[in-house]
């Protein structure tokens, strides 16, 4: 059964720093491109960041970049998200979603993913 679960989220002050986990599982980990994602108000969930399969291509949306780094381990089926700087307006639900790839030149970061974790909420507050 493919399964991703998401840990790591929490209470932070702005300008703090946490370290989303998603451990996934039930599929071949490394046939697949893996992000986080948030809701956005009045429309789909949004791309935080995403990695290629093999993790050589990253992908950020604009409001994060340079404040968050995606990572993976595929040894241990784990993908990683250093948030630092954290501002108020990060706070939401950031859920681990996956898609499978048939190449490693692209980094998909929206539209239908094939799996998706229960999320992990964050809360950037004083």
């Known amino acids: 059964q493919p399964q991703l679960v998401e840990s790591g989220g929490g209470l932070v002050q702005p300008g703090g720093s946490l370290r989303l986990s998603c451990v996934a599982s039930g599929f071949e980990v490394n046939t697949y491109a893996i992000g986080w994602f948030r809701e956005a108000p009045g429309k789909d969930r949004e791309g935080v960041a995403c990695i290629s399969s093999s993790g050589g291509l990253t992908y950020y949306n604009p409001s994060v970049k340079g404040r968050f780094t995606i990572s993976r381990d595929n040894d241990k089926d784990t993908v990683f998200l250093q948030m630092n700087s954290l501002k108020p307006e990060d706070t939401n639900w950031y859920y681990c979603?996956?898609?499978?790839?048939?190449?490693?030149?692209?980094?998909?970061?929206?539209?239908?993913?094939?799996?998706w974790g229960e999320g992990t909420q964050i809360t950037v507050s004083s």
């Open positions: 979603a996956a898609r499978r790839v048939f190449a490693d030149t692209y980094v998909p970061c929206g539209g239908a993913m094939d799996y």
